[in-house]
């Protein structure tokens, strides 16, 4: 299975600064089949990018996806003060779908 | 709007079985594959695996194979997922997630969640 692993664990930031995710892949992830979620404390994820840099309905242009192979990032520009939370990519292009551990993006 | 609706919380003793319910509302229940997540305590996401509602083909990750059925009713629009022989290590949030695209093959981002079930494991 095609192991991801996200860095840095934790990026403390303050609002209006730009978040840059890391998310690189043990092997290439096949299309591009690279997701990115965001979750908050009790609450289930919610679907920001697909496909690596495609965003899903209703998200911000703030948020942006780029890479390829195995190496994929995630960028927020301008962070905003509900964008604080936990990002996780998700490869989808083999089975299983596996999960990086998770960014912590926090207030600095 | 589009919405799935997931059961209430359980609490399992060990070598138990659960069976977590997941409602879809506001789109074509049979169009859409059904993914199953889980987040144990402070962890990250683990996908155990995906049903087609449309054809019932099936994807399971190795290390539940065994001991996890996953099932889906049409006539209530209901996906299940039941995890047998119950441990401790079991005990997670356990999230039903829809496909994004429709006819997927089980490989494919999530765009809708359920709410998540908790799962508790305990002698």
């Known amino acids: 299975e095609i192991v991801l692993t996200q860095s840095p664990g934790t990026l403390s930031l303050s609002p209006g600064e730009r978040a840059t995710l890391s998310c690189r892949a043990s092997?290439?992830?096949?299309?591009?089949?690279l997701a990115w979620y965001q979750q908050k404390p009790g609450q289930a994820p919610r679907l920001l990018i697909y496909?690596?840099?495609s965003r899903a309905t209703g998200i911000p242009d703030r948020f942006s996806g780029s890479g390829s192979g195995p190496d994929f990032t995630l960028i927020i520009d301008r962070l905003e003060p509900e964008d604080f939370a936990v990002y996780y990519c998700?490869?989808?292009?083999?089975?299983?779908?596996?999960f990086g551990q998770g960014t912590k993006v926090e207030i600095e | 709007q589009v919405r799935l609706v997931q059961s209430g919380a359980e609490v399992k003793k060990p070598g138990a079985s659960v069976k977590v319910s997941c409602k879809a509302s506001?789109?074509?229940?049979?169009?859409?594959?059904i993914n199953w997540v889980r987040q144990a305590p402070g962890q990250g996401l683990e996908w155990m695996g995906w049903i087609s509602v449309y054809n019932g083909n099936r994807r399971y990750v190795p290390k539940f194979q065994g001991r996890v059925t996953m099932t889906t009713d049409t006539s209530t629009s209901t996906a299940y997922m039941e995890l047998r022989s119950l441990r401790s290590d079991d005990t997670a949030v356990y999230f039903c997630?829809?496909?994004?695209?429709?006819?997927?093959?089980?490989?494919?981002?999530?765009?809708?969640w359920g709410q998540g079930t908790m799962v508790t494991v305990s002698s």
């Open positions: 092997l290439s992830v096949s299309n591009n089949y």
């Open positions: 496909g690596a840099s």
């Open positions: 506001g789109y074509t229940f049979s169009s859409y594959g």
């Open positions: 997630a829809r496909d994004r695209y429709y006819y997927g093959s089980g490989l494919e981002a999530l765009d809708i």
């Open positions: 998700q490869q989808y292009g083999s089975s299983p779908q596996t």
